[in-house]
């Protein structure tokens, strides 16, 4: 077990909490948001771009990087780290979510999950065991518990069911990592996740089971997945309550500014999301006073970069204006330089989310945060 994580300061008249997190491959400060980067690159970016944004920490898929490049290739690389060139710290996500969305081409049991490759149709077996071997091949700092992420809106006897595996998984997650060694010499740290879809008596089961393992940290799985967001956000602070205060708390898949905003404010630590890098390439910019569509014909002459005072290089060299020609014309560098900017306005907002609480003024931060966007995104 782990004692390096530790809360700097929390905000007296909520749940919000700056941290520190150290890694073999870096000190995360918390709150944090991390770029999906599903087979080893977060899309469009270099690892130098990355940085350029403030981005501390990326997300891995084990699933998908175990079919494509494969651990063969991982492992002869020496490691996840070595084979992308990334020196920062690198989180992995279990192949979880996959039960999820690829419903379709996989079948679950009480061992494990069957999945179809989703390129060539092969068979593959997922098992506590094979994740955590999976992990320990692609050497993230950080990585997941196996788990069975339900879809909402789904029925109480199913959710229990998910709820039951999940347990198990656990269990037999924690054995397996313990039972083993980190392949390239750093440490790993392993998370549990919390399920329980939204039936706060399965979620309050499953933390109080999940924590009684003793993980270093913990997630809560299982949201953003169609549940409206007043759901989501009670759910999150129904989860936070029952977790432990000195342990890290991701919450997974999430988020937009205004989740980031919330789910903060509700005790969360670690965020992941595609939306900043997803709807980068598609045109879609977010600013303090909500997200523009590059595409608008409004912009066809605008002179002024995507946002007034942002330091990221898109802004400092590209106008609006440009950038929508860019889009049209479906050149490469339109959606790098969004992306770019996106991850640079994410990585800005839980930096300055931390000095707000750290200085004792994230309330006045969270009413700021909404006066300049109101309910846009």
């Not at 651990?71 to 992308?84: A, D, P, R, S, Y």
């Not at 977790?243 to 789910?263: A, H, Q, T, W």
Request: aromatic share 10%.
């Amino acid at each position: 077990m782990i004692d390096k994580f530790f809360v700097l300061e929390a905000d007296h008249s909520g749940g919000a909490r700056a941290g520190v997190l150290h890694t073999g491959h870096g000190v995360i400060n918390t709150p944090v948001f991390m770029p999906v980067g599903t087979y080893g690159a977060v899309k469009s970016l270099s690892p130098i771009e990355l940085k350029e944004t403030g981005s501390q920490i990326i997300l891995g898929n084990a699933y998908h990087l175990y079919i494509r490049p494969g651990l063969e290739t991982i492992k002869e690389m020496g490691g996840l780290h070595n084979f992308i060139g990334w020196d920062r710290p690198i989180l992995t996500d279990s192949g979880g979510f996959q039960v999820f969305s690829l419903a379709k081409i996989r079948e679950i049991d009480d061992d494990g999950v069957t999945f179809r490759d989703h390129v060539d149709g092969t068979k593959h077996r997922f098992t506590p065991s094979i994740v955590m071997n999976v992990e320990r091949t692609i050497g993230a700092d950080i990585i997941m518990a196996f788990d069975e992420c339900a879809p909402y809106p789904s029925s109480l006897d199913y959710v229990y069911k998910a709820e039951r595996r999940t347990a198990k998984w656990a269990a037999l997650s924690k054995e397996s990592f313990e039972s083993s060694k980190p392949f390239y010499g750093d440490e790993q740290f392993l998370f549990g996740i919390v399920q329980g879809g939204t039936y706060k008596e399965l979620r309050e089961k499953s933390a109080k089971e999940i924590v009684s393992l003793g993980f270093d940290g913990y997630a809560v799985g299982g949201l953003a997945v169609g549940e409206p967001e007043d759901i989501m956000y009670e759910i999150c602070e129904f989860n936070t309550s029952l977790l432990p205060n000195d342990k890290p708390r991701y919450i997974m898949g999430v988020g937009r500014p205004k989740d980031l905003i919330e789910c903060v404010a509700r005790g969360i630590d670690m965020f992941d999301c595609v939306i900043p890098t997803r709807n980068g390439r598609k045109g879609t910019v977010y600013t303090k006073s909500g997200k523009l569509n590059l595409n608008n014909s409004k912009y066809k002459t605008d002179k002024d970069p995507i946002e007034e005072g942002c330091a990221c290089s898109s802004c400092k060299s590209y106008s609006k204006g440009y950038l929508r020609h860019l889009f049209k014309m479906k050149e490469t560098l339109a959606g790098r330089a969004a992306t770019l900017h996106n991850l640079h306005y994410f990585n800005t907002l839980m930096s300055d989310m931390r000095k707000a609480i750290v200085g004792g003024n994230f309330d006045d931060f969270r009413a700021e945060f909404y006066s300049e966007i109101g309910e846009k995104e």
